[in-house]
């Protein structure tokens, strides 16, 4: 499978979500792309060269962990300053062999609320 097809099959289930974030993270670094679904169910990476990225990553066998965070029209909270902060759902996933294996949730929030630079626990999300 390459990498625009996994992404796709990443992302697609996550609907009714149109707005995600992927995340890749690798030995060498993390990096990050918005992901939007268009209204024909397209999957639009913001940046497709992280996507191309990816699929280097995948080609040479190297481990490769995912993080997709779905953002839904449903709203968790609103800021004092007025600003909507949406319902999100976060999955993981690390690449056997270029195959996802999807991880527990425990894995999935323990790589989530950990800051990647320092190693320390991140505090938790209002409305979460």
């Given amino acids: 499978m390459g990498a625009r097809a996994l992404v796709n099959a990443l992302v697609t289930p996550a609907s ?8 890749v993270h690798t030995h060498s670094g993390t990096m990050s792309t918005g992901i939007d679904v268009d209204e024909t169910g397209r999957v639009q990476p913001e940046h497709p060269g992280a996507v191309r990225s990816l699929g280097a990553i995948m080609g040479a ?3 490769v962990g995912l993080v997709l965070r779905s953002f839904t029209d449903e709203i968790a909270y609103t800021l004092p300053n007025g600003v909507n902060i949406p319902v999100k759902t ?7 062999d270029g195959v996802p294996q999807p ?3 425990q894995d999935t929030c323990s790589a989530s609320c ?3 630079e ?10 979460g």
């Fill in 61 to 63: 066998g190297r481990p």
């Fill in 16 to 23: 009714p979500a149109t707005r995600n974030i992927l995340t």
């Fill in 103 to 105: 991880q527990a949730e």
């Fill in 114 to 116: 950990t800051d990647a």
């Fill in 90 to 96: 976060v999955r993981s996933w690390i690449l056997v």
């Fill in 118 to 127: 320092t190693g320390e626990p991140l505090p938790p999300e209002r409305g």
